[in-house]
């Protein structure tokens, strides 16, 4: 025990030759040098333990200020966000709907005339359509409207008009309709200069019509140019005597109740297109004179294109009011202004 205590004292007694020579080297080298490696790379470091997570530390000043330590275990405090308010999505400007850009109302067009309601009267709804001073070229237009409809004309007829166009003049009688007389001249200026004249006139329409076509109307029917009561007959003293003249000739005298004033463009008093200032004067005639008891003979001018176009529509609008249309030849009674 004793040897023991001797070889202790021995090693203590030593102590103090670590501090020089090959032995304080050696202890530098074995205890330091690991150290100093050791505080970079390996357990020495101190290091803060969070649960798995090293934060290294922080020197501000010198004071190593620990780092917070987040726990990753525990239930991330979550700073309660704000609810993101969704932010509004941008409201897209309504497409404007292309709605179809409606067509521009025609601003209505006043109507120059008042359109009758009425239909016939069912005692007198007979219409003669009488046509005066051809045959010109709207008279192959007139007739074939006619004939269309299954109508028989009355054509007045000029006798110089009948030489001019022979073949027309030829085909109103061929195709069944009358051909009346308007005088051989219709030059007012001679067949008012007297009675004698006027009848000598019509004696030239007769020849004339014996000369071109061979055909003989005989003592017919026949229309005094401006009527039987005109500017330049009316208040003479001799007005009746040709009136009587053409009766005791054998001829029946035919006025007119209805027309569209297509000679007379100084009823226009509302400065009316032509072709409405027709449609007008249609309406008026047919409301002043449409109902009565008269014979509804209705005169045009085939000599105006104007009334030749309007012709089947005031057919259509006659037919479609309850009238029918007849043969003035059929009529057997002569018709004036006078009744
Ligand atoms: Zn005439």
Redesign the pocket.
């Known amino acids: 025990m004793n040897r023991i205590f001797v070889r202790l004292r021995q090693v203590v007694s030593r102590r103090p030759c670590f501090g020089t020579g090959l032995h304080s080297a050696f202890l530098f080298v074995l205890l330091f040098i690991p150290m100093l490696f050791g505080c970079t790379s390996c357990s020495v470091m101190p290091v803060y333990v969070a649960e798995g997570i090293e934060t290294p530390g922080v020197t501000v000043g010198g004071v190593p200020t620990a780092t917070p330590i987040v726990s990753a275990t525990s239930t991330p405090k979550t700073t309660p966000q704000p609810t993101p308010t969704a932010s509004p999505l941008p409201t897209l400007a309504p497409t404007p709907t292309l709605e179809p850009t409606p067509a521009p109302t025609p601003a209505p067009t006043p109507t120059p005339y008042d359109i009758p309601t009425f239909t016939a009267n069912p005692n007198n709804n007979v219409v003669y359509l009488t046509f ?2 051809g045959p010109v070229g709207g008279t192959n237009r007139v007739l074939d409207i006619l004939n269309s409809y299954g109508i028989k004309g009355t054509f ?1 007829t ?1 006798g110089q008009a009948i030489r001019h166009n022979p073949n027309i003049a030829r085909r109103i009688v061929a195709e069944g309709h009358n051909l009346a007389c ?1 005088t051989n001249t ?1 030059d007012f200026n001679k067949i008012y200069s007297s009675p004698e004249a006027f009848a000598a006139d019509v004696t030239a329409w007769r020849q004339t019509v014996i000369n071109v076509i061979g055909y003989d109307a005989g003592a017919y029917m026949i ?1 005094f ?2 009527g039987s009561v005109n500017g330049t007959l009316s208040g003479r003293p001799d007005h009746g005597e040709y009136l009587s003249l053409m009766r005791t000739s054998g001829y029946r005298i035919y006025d007119w109740l209805l027309g569209n004033n297509d ?1 007379w463009p100084g009823g226009n008093t509302d400065n009316l297109p032509f072709e409405d200032y027709l449609v007008q004067s249609y309406y008026k005639t047919l409301t002043a004179f449409g109902r009565t008891n008269y014979p509804l003979i209705f005169l045009m ?1 085939d000599s105006v294109d104007e009334s030749v176009d309007m012709l089947a529509w005031m057919i259509e609008d006659l037919l479609a009011r309850g009238y029918v249309f007849g043969d003035l030849n059929a009529l057997t009674q002569e018709y004036t202004f006078y009744g």
Do not use: A, N, T
Request: charged share 35%; proline share 9%; glycine share 10%.
């Open positions: 005066d001073d007045f000029v308007h219709h229309r140019p401006g000679k001018h």
